[in-house]
């Protein structure tokens, strides 16, 4: 059984900053991407950032210089440093993680942006 578990949402301020952490546990190994997607109210699940095993990362036009992505390849875990947060970055947060021959979601993280 794989958990796959999201941390770190809230309600903050236009341009203020949060973290968000996705630990994976359970009968997994060798993950070798992991990403970041929302779906805000009304709109489709989209692709924020994503990171493989080495390192390489991948960002929506809509981030790039204000969202960072990294991972903890020992603890099976990745985080999201958001900094600038505008409204529109008002969304539920998950995290996918893939592996060979797998793929799970988490159950997501809300996070709302005030202006």
């Known amino acids: 059984q794989v958990h796959v578990v999201e941390s770190g949402g809230g309600l903050v301020q236009a341009g203020g900053s949060l973290r968000l952490s996705c630990a994976a546990s359970?009968?997994?190994?060798?993950?070798?991407?992991m990403a970041w997607y929302r779906q805000g109210p009304g709109k489709q699940r989209e692709l924020v950032a994503g990171?493989?095993?080495?390192?390489?990362?991948n960002y929506a036009d809509s981030v790039k210089g204000r969202f960072t992505i990294s991972r903890d390849n020992a603890e099976n875990t990745v985080y999201l440093q958001m900094n600038s947060l505008k409204p529109e970055d008002t969304a539920d947060y998950y995290c996918?993680?893939?592996?060979?021959?797998?793929?799970?979601w988490g159950q997501g993280t809300q996070v709302t942006v005030s202006s």
């Open positions: 996918r993680i893939v592996g060979p021959g797998y793929g799970y």
């Open positions: 359970g009968s997994i190994f060798s993950i070798n991407n």
């Open positions: 990171i493989t095993r080495g390192g390489v990362t």
